[in-house]
């Protein structure tokens, strides 16, 4: 391969090289060494990554001093008093919706210090009142009918003193929580936050023009109910004009706005005005709203259902521990406290008092670019701005760049048109560097994975340097090193041909910024940063008389790169440490190797992709690329061959297991049991499946696919627990148990009445009852249709099986409903329809033989698993 490459090199200089204008030999171009020593390629790495490990790593995870009780009396946010707080709060433990943990003494809890800041209110200054409403309904979730009733949300409302105001102010988040976890992180910090904002607020001689709204709700987690119920029920909902949602993805660190609007940007700017720990950008709003990211929050309910305007802001380090047993108050910083709670503090104190809630509908103009800078400070414009500045930057860049080529021509006594042609050839050599330092990261996540080692950077994120930063250099360094090893034509200094290299690339990532930017992507701004830089260094080159001096011109595009290497070091590794985690909770089907070696590239190609050419300015640069190459292979040595690349650890990053213990019975038309069947349903939540498992004691003689099952039963015959369970459905397993399982509840589904509605019309009426998370399953036969129901009816434009998700909160009686089934022919004698019902009994351990087998599992396992049976009916 390399000898095709010098051979067409050759060729294409021996052709460039005919064509050139013939000059005098007095009056070629200088030859300039200039070169340095290989060996100060250490010093170039040490100098980029001491800015990395030193500047930017500190600077992410920077956390303010927290204020103790002592500073009480300072009308402050105290992170102290909010620790003590969400001490007593996640001690409830696992607060699943429909549990007396949430529905009793969580909401208890809340209460108790709503009362108390009551009792501490400043009555001259504003008004207080909070309530307890329950919410029933129901709306379209991905492939579900999400069905709730009784869901709790604890409303309060903080008014100025005798305000006729009728603009509100949302502030939301929930103490519900995932099965198995004291969610300390997701969201019961967010919870008391909260609360110590309120207690602040309303004990601050500070006034504020708008009533602010605290909902406090209690199911979230499954699939974002109580919102639901409040922005479509709550006497309080219309009045809301803008929300800010917190919630997490994560325990610890900083909070991160996400969300912002939509079309509102003039929210973003309060939060430039009022914010005093910035971490934000559009990137990760972009990339949230992709669907990239498994997860979702109440922010989506509020826009959808309310068209409330907002910002949406959440934790989101550390998400190895997200949604598992290991969430707990322990690993959260006091300074994490501090940094939310003054942020929230300002930023509610800010929009209490914005004009803009009058009428927000005259205030949506269009979306915003907004980002950080390593939480030092804030940028944030309008779309509009942002395509200016994006096209005018990239016209600049094709401006300058013209001008440095006539200036080379000039300088070499060549014609233009000879640069020109130069610059085409050394153009198509820095694509091809810009293609292999996406495709080589991508290649070894590949071949990885083909070899049963994918995840090995989860518990040794360092390896992800060996594994795809190197491999992505060498694409960059590759092609220009061998060019200008080869390259002999002396009417073009080398220095010269390296500026058409940097050229080539600021040419590049223009006419990304261009098409990115056209195709409605506000973060095109990331590769108009490096490029604003590009220009002033080359700018200023062009004024003075360095752009001819040899490689003078070199030490101002170092520095000028410092910037964008800092942000963009810092925003992709803010990208990793956010998706790494969310590989473990992505299905066994995705390879999100593939991510981390494509977010590794686009940070390597962004942060060094402007001085990885300069290996040339080095006299043997091959030995930088042998270091590169080495480092590569002893990474993917340890990745492969060590502990160093096993995935998990106990407690910090465990393997993710949920499966369910499933007694399914199937009946027919007349009643009798056809099958009755026992066995684990397994969801492997990361990508090595059940592999890990190989040695261990956990026995999976048996495992099956259910893929077979699902071609000829409805919903593959398994009590599906939700959407996810349906969208990974091809890749979960299924391991029979001879043992019956014996559910520790009941349910109870009953055919109350079937009534002929007309000639082709029958309504069956159903009593549904048992646990606090259920599913119903229909499908109908040939020319049969559902054409109306107790349930949403939008739902049934959907195709089939129609999946309709049930949760209760406080109101734990059974579910009346029925179904209107037409028929053109009229004949209701016969099988009609299939109706599954499935029970799911979370929280309760399951039978001596399941107990057995969750003792099976390694140490590094994070279980999440409970009973479940499921009964299929024919009508």
Known sequence: MLRTIRSRLDSWQNKISDE??????????KKVDGKLSWYFAGGFVAFW???????????????????????AGKNVFIAERAYNNLYTLSNIGTKLTGSEENEVEAVKFVLNELQ?????????????????????????????????????NIVAKLSPKNSTSENYLLINSHFDSKPYTNSAGDAGFMIVTMLEVLRVIATTKQPIENPLVFLFNGAEEGMLQASHGFVTSHKWAPHCKAVLNLDAGGSG??????QSGPNHPWLVGYYKKYI?????????EEIFQSGIIPSDTDFRQFNAYGNIPGLDMAQCINGFIYHTKYDNIDVIPLGSFQNTGDNVLSLVRGLANATELQNTKDE????????????????????TTGKVLNFGISITVFALVSISMWRMSVDSDQSVRHVIRWFSLVFVIQITSFVLALVFPILVAYAMDGFGRSMTYYSTPLLIIGLYVCPSLIGLTLPITIYYTRQSNDKLSKPHHLQLALHSQAIIL??????VQASGFRSAYIFAIPLIFYVISLALNLLTTLHDRGYAWSALLKASQIVPFLYSSYIIYLFIVVLTPMGGRSGSASNRDLFIAVLAAVGTILSLGFMAPLISTLRRPRVVLYALLATTLVSIILAGSTYLGFPYRPMTSGQRVAYLQVRNMFYEYDGTLSKDESG?????????????FKGTNVNLTGLVDIKSKCETDMMCGMPLYDYRYYQHRLSLKWLPRSEPIVPPGEMKLELLNKTIVNSTTARYQFQLSGSSHMSLFFQTYTDVKIINWSFVNSYLRTAQPYHVYLTYGIDDSPYNFSVDISKPDGDFNVPAFQLGASAHFIGHPGDDEAERYVASFPIYSILAQWPAIYKRYIF
């Open 20 to 29: 050139s204008v013939e000059v005098p030999e007095n009056t070629t171009a």
């Open 49 to 71: 990554s001491l800015l990395f490990f030193a500047v930017v790593i500190p600077l992410f995870y920077r956390l303010p001093t927290p204020l103790t009780m002592q500073d």
């Open 116 to 152: 108390s800041i009551k009792s501490v209110l400043l009555t001259d200054y504003f008004d207080f009142e909070y309530e307890i409403s329950q919410a029933t309904g129901g709306f379209p979730y991905s492939t579900t009918l999400n069905f709730y009733k009784g869901v709790q």
């Open 253 to 258: 660190g900083r909070d991160i706005l996400f």
């Open 276 to 284: 005093k720990y910035p971490f934000a950008t559009t990137m990760a």
């Open 364 to 383: 949506s103009t269009g979306h915003a670019v907004f980002f950080d800078f390593l939480g030092i400070y804030f940028f944030h414009y309008t779309n």
């Open 510 to 515: 223009a006419i990304l910024c261009i098409v």
């Open 680 to 692: 684990y349903l397994f969801s492997f939540q990361d990508r090595r499946g059940a592999s890990p």
